[in-house]
C-alpha cells in the first residue's frame, strides 16, 4: 500500500500547483457567493417579508451544511478520487445557482443555497488534502498560504460584488454571474485534477454522522432563537438536546469500526491548542463580516454598495497577504505570527468596542483593515503549524476537524452577531441605537476571543509535538 500510495504520488505530483489554483477558485466561488448574500439582507427582508434572524440563515444554513460534509472528508477522501469530488462540487454549485436565480421565495432560496454548499463542503478539504499529499511538511506554510490567497479574496470581493450587485441590477444576478465562470472551472478540473493516493472502498457510518449532524443543527438552532420571546427556555431545551445526541455521539464512537473520522486525533496537545484559536478566530471574523455591513446600512444610514466597500480594503490586503504569513510560519516558526496576528486582532477589537456605538464608515474601514491583517496572520498559521507538527496518520483527521469546525464556528458566529444585533431593546432608543448597542456587545466578546487566545497560544508552544 505505501510503496503504491507513492508511485502515485511521483506519476501525478509534477505540477501541483495548478491544480490547487483550480480547486481554489472553486472554493472561491462559494465563498464569494456566501459573503455577497450578506450584504444583500436588508434587501430580502423586504422583499421576502422575513426577519432578520429568520434571513441569517441563508449564511447559517449554508455554514452548517458546509460542516456536515466536511465531517465526511477524511472519508471521501479514502473513498472516491479528486475528480469525482470536484465534479460533484461542481455541479451541485451550478445547481445551486439556478434554484438560487429563480426562487420565488426565500424557501426556494434557502434551498438552493443549502445544495450550493456542496462546492465549498467538498472543494476545501479536498485542496488542503492534495497539498498534504504532494507538498513537503517544510512547504505547507508557502504552499498554504498561496491556496489562501486565492480563497481569501472572496471575503474581499463578497461584499462588494454583492452590494453593487444589488444596487445597480438584483441580488439574483449574484447567482447567474457565477454559473457560467463554475462551468469554466469545471471544464478545467475534468482535464488537470489527477489522483495522487490510492482509494478503497470503505463502510460509512451514517448513525455517527447523523448523529452528530443532528446535534450541531441542534446547537445552532439554540443559539438562533435565544433572541425571540420565551428564548431562553427553548435554548434550553435545544442545548439539552444538543448535549444528549453528542453524547451518544460519544458513546458509539467507541464501538464503531466504520469510517467517518478517527478521534485519536483530540488526542494531540498540539492539535487541541490550534484547533481552539483557529475555530474562535474563525467565529469572529464571520461574525464581524455580518455586523459590519448591516450597521453601517441601520446606523450610519448607507446603501448596500457602501455597505459591501467597507469590508474590502482590509479583506484585500488579508488575501494578499496569505503568502507573505505563510512563508513567516515556514522561516520563523509559529510564535511571530500567531503572536502578532493575534496582537493586531486584539488591538482593534478593542478599538471597536469602545467605539462601538459611534463608528462612522472611515472608521470601520481602518479597523477592519488592521483587524483583518492581523485575524489573517493567526488563523491560517493555526491550522498550518498544526497539521506540521501532527504525524502523518492522523493529518486527514485532522484537516476534517479543522475544516468542520471553521463552518461550525461561522455559522455560530453569524448567529450570535445576528441575535445581538436583532433582540437589543433599550427603551426610548431608536432601531438604529439598539444595532448599535447590540454591535458594542458583539465587538465585546470579540475582544474576549483575542485574550482567550494569547493563553491558548501559550499553552500550543508549551505542548509536545
Known sequence: MVESQTSIQKQNAKHPFFVIVVISLMTFMGVLTETSMNVTFPTLMKQFNVSLTTVQWVTTGYLLTVALLMLTSAYLKRRF??????????????????????????????????????????????????IMDTVPATKFGT???????????????????????????????????????????????????????????????????ALLAVSLTSLIMGLNVMGDAHGLLNSLWYFAFTVITFGLFMWRSKFSKKALFNLAVFKHPSFIYSFLPYILLQASNIGINFVLPN?????????????????LPGSVLNGLGQPIYGWMLDRYGGKLPLYLGNTLFFITALGFT??????????????????????????????????????GDVRNDANAVYSTGQQVAGSIGTTVMAVLMSSITVPHFSNAQNVAV?????????????????????????AKP
Open 354 to 391: 469602545i467605539y462601538g456605538r459611534h463608528l462612522s464608515i472611515i472608521g470601520i474601514i481602518l479597523l477592519y483593515t488592521v483587524f483583518a491583517m492581523g485575524r489573517s496572520m493567526a488563523f491560517g498559521n493555526c491550522m498550518t503549524y498544526g497539521l506540521k507538527v501532527l504525524s
Open 438 to 462: 447590540g454591535s458594542q456587545m458583539a465587538f465585546g466578546i470579540i475582544l474576549f476571543v483575542g485574550t482567550i487566545n494569547f493563553w491558548l497560544f501559550t499553552k500550543l508552544f508549551k
Open 295 to 311: 450597521y453601517v446600512q441601520v446606523v450610519d444610514h448607507a446603501s448596500a454598495f457602501i455597505g459591501g466597500l467597507v469590508l
Open 143 to 209: 504552499y498554504m498560504g498561496m491556496a489562501n490567497l486565492i480563497i481569501l479574496v472572496a471575503p474581499a470581493l463578497g461584499p462588494t460584488f454583492g452590494g453593487t450587485v444589488d444596487y445597480f441590477a438584483s441580488w439574483r444576478m449574484i447567482f447567474w454571474i457565477t454559473l457560467p465562470i463554475t462551468a469554466l472551472l469545471l471544464i478545467l478540473g475534468i482535464f488537470t485534477i489527477k489522483q495522487y493516493s490510492p482509494t478503497r472502498h470503505y463502510v460509512f457510518d451514517w448513525l455517527r454522522f
Open 81 to 130: 478520487t479528486n475528480k469525482q469530488l470536484f465534479i460533484a462540487a461542481a455541479c451541485l454549485f451550478m445547481l445551486g445557482d439556478i434554484l438560487g436565480g429563480m426562487a420565488t421565495t426565500y424557501w426556494v432560496l434557502l434551498l438552493g443555497r443549502l445544495v450550493q454548499a456542496g462546492c465549498v463542503g467538498l472543494t476545501g478539504p479536498l485542496m488542503i488534502n492534495i
